[in-house]
């Protein structure tokens, strides 16, 4: 525990840190004695044992934070959802790990300057856009009651840039986190293949497994996509780890096309088209050394299972024959989409300029066919996604919101650009490449997907842009790496 609780933490607020977990915990398990439980003790345990034997960097005021990182990135959605209803909305850790976070950061008085950390036109943006948000929930709150607080993605989650900053806030600690995440990378493939398994019908496994396993494909497939940029970005300056690379980057890319998530597919290839021109044939190079790893795979796999095999080699002839064929701009999946983003933009019209607010929801009606809300998530209530973060800002908070939202994003992609060539250590160059093209992945897939309002894949974009700032930052000032 030395090493979590480090000097700056005083004997009164250790107990008081542990008082409070204790009885956090124990509430917890008495309003949900689920599996989502276990998971956020086990997740916690796993944390402390592995932080403690492999790095002094972190405190304990870092651990939620640690936790919500490492528990979405293994198991998605299945380690978000607490099972609790509150109003009758869902809960997310997120929530939680978002206060307790905060207090510690205000106990520990780790208010630091992270606005130093950006561009000033970029914090004046996003507190701008935050404000507008926060009036806008308070708006929508007293008309239309607790549907409007799961809106609080758009303008509540930006807080996670900050905590990103304060938690990485000098080299050592974003080396660390890339080491740890490693292990974690390798859990969430496991939790894919097993899912893979199940739905191709090789394997029933267990019941408590198939239950507990609740996550969706495609949060898995932008997991994924996070796992495949870095690797590329990183392979040809990591000589001593290129097998694990290798193995990591071949895995993810194979899981990425059988999950037959399509936004993943055209996500990650405008990822790889961003990534060429800035490693050039580094790319080309990387994709050539783990060839001999699709063989080797494809051997085991007849081995053990030949079915598996032509299941694949099956899958992958379907799926080309289908993205060939046009009609799915008409029928299908692209038409409904196109369907769905008429209609919503022909909602957004009616209020351009500010929108129609948090809590209002759109209706939509495509061949006949009106969708609503999962049953038991406020049932009759008619309202769905438009599967476009862009459109679905548009219709919350009107041009005024894109504008911000827009700039927000593209105000850190050209300045994390533009510094990729003055980054004096080769890590921090590595590091800000693969944050870039996560930043492009994220986009490309919250474009055809409800990404933005899904907590487990909403938090990334906030990590990655608050990560792109802190290596800019610590790169910057090598001398003195720490924000405090």
């Known amino acids: 525990m030395r090493v979590l609780l480090t000097k700056d933490d005083s004997l009164p607020l250790k107990i008081l840190l542990f ?59 299945t380690f978000s959802v607490l099972n609790i209803q509150f109003g009758g909305i869902p809960l997310f850790i997120t929530e939680g790990v978002l206060v307790a976070t905060l207090i510690l950061i205000f106990l520990r008085r780790r208010m630091i300057n992270v606005f130093k950390v950006a561009p ?124 694990l690379l290798s193995f990591l980057l071949s895995l993810s890319i194979v899981l990425i096309f059988l999950f037959k998530v399509r936004a993943a597919w055209i996500a990650g290839v405008v990822a790889f088209l961003f990534l060429i021109p800035i490693l050039g044939k580094h790319v080309l190079r990387t994709f050539l050394r783990i060839s001999p790893l699709f063989f080797l795979a494809i051997i085991f796999a007849s081995v053990i299972q030949l079915d598996l095999v032509k299941y694949i080699v099956n899958s992958i002839i379907l799926e080309a024959k289908s993205l060939l064929d046009w009609q799915m701009f008409s029928v299908g999946n692209i038409g409904w989409r196109l369907e769905v983003w008429r209609q919503t933009l022909q909602y957004s019209l009616e209020s351009p300029l500010t929108g129609m607010g948090f809590g209002v929801q759109p209706v939509f009606t495509v061949a006949g066919r009106t969708f609503v809300y999962p049953e038991g998530f406020l049932p009759g209530l008619e309202v769905h996604s438009p599967h476009n973060h862009i459109l679905a800002i548009f219709f919350k908070m009107g041009l005024i919101g894109v504008f911000l939202f827009a700039f927000i994003n593209l105000r850190v992609f050209f300045y994390g650009l533009r510094y990729i060539r003055s980054c004096r250590s080769e890590f921090n160059k590595c590091l800000l490449i693969a944050c870039l093209g996560s930043l492009v992945y994220w986009h490309g897939n919250a474009f055809f997907f409800d990404v933005i309002e899904s907590p487990p894949t909403s938090i990334f974009l906030w990590i990655i842009l608050g990560l792109i700032l802190s290596v800019i930052y610590i790169d910057k000032e090598n001398e003195n790496p720490h924000l405090s």
């Open 19 to 77: 008082v409070g977990l204790g009885i956090s915990s124990g509430l917890l398990s008495l309003i949900a004695p689920t599996v989502s439980f276990a998971i956020v003790v086990v997740s916690f345990i796993f944390l402390i044992v592995f932080i403690w034997l492999r790095t002094k960097s972190y405190a304990f005021s870092d651990v939620p934070f640690l936790i919500l990182l490492i528990g979405t990135f293994g198991l998605g959605r």
């Open 120 to 243: 000033k036109s970029f914090s004046f943006a996003l507190v701008i856009y935050s404000l507008i948000g926060l009036f806008y929930l308070f708006l929508g709150y007293r008309q239309w009651g607790m549907i409007a607080l799961r809106d609080i993605v758009f303008c509540v989650y930006p807080l996670f840039l900050f905590i990103t900053i304060i938690t990485f806030r000098n080299g050592k600690r974003l080396r660390q986190i890339l080491s740890i995440m490693v292990p974690v990378s390798f859990v969430s493939i496991v939790v894919g293949v097993y899912r893979l398994m199940i739905k191709m019908q090789f394997s029933s496994g267990f019941e408590i497994i198939n239950q507990f396993l609740q996550t969706k494909s495609f949060n898995l497939t932008l997991y994924y996509g996070f796992i495949m940029i870095f690797c590329i970005a990183f392979f040809p300056f990591a000589k001593k780890k290129r097998f």
